[in-house]
């Protein structure tokens, strides 16, 4: 469904067609599945486990938590500790997002199309 490759020099009505009919699928179902990105909740903890961390699908910060021994550790250690919680709990939302969206839109793969849009933006640099 999602998996046309189009070269700029050669593209078709029928590729621009299919195309626009493949981003309003995609519309419909970010439409539809608002409610379930909305339940996303990424978790992460810190390789300590005094740290722990929850964000929503967008990477905001729901929550952290410090274990009880987390006060003895140095300030930069525990901002580290925190940062590496959220990274993780980021990560954790992302993969939750992408599972959903391949579950949702088969052929569909959003690692790989956001590292072409990423390459297609490196090109006009």
Known sequence: ??????????IKERDLDEAG????????????????LDRIVGAGRSRSGQVEARVDANGRVL??????RATRLPSRD???????A?????????RQTHDLMREALPGYDP?????????MLGEWS
């Open 63 to 68: 929550k952290i938590s410090y274990g009880p």
């Open 86 to 94: 959220v990274r993780e709990a980021c990560a954790d939302a992302q």
């Open 111 to 119: 690692a790989e199309a956001e590292a072409r849009m990423e390459a």
């Open 78 to 84: 525990l901002a580290e500790e925190t940062l590496a």
């Open 1 to 10: 469904m999602f998996e046309h490759r189009y070269n700029p020099a050669d």
């Open 21 to 36: 009919r493949a981003g309003e699928r995609m519309l419909a179902w970010l439409e539809s599945a608002q409610e379930d």
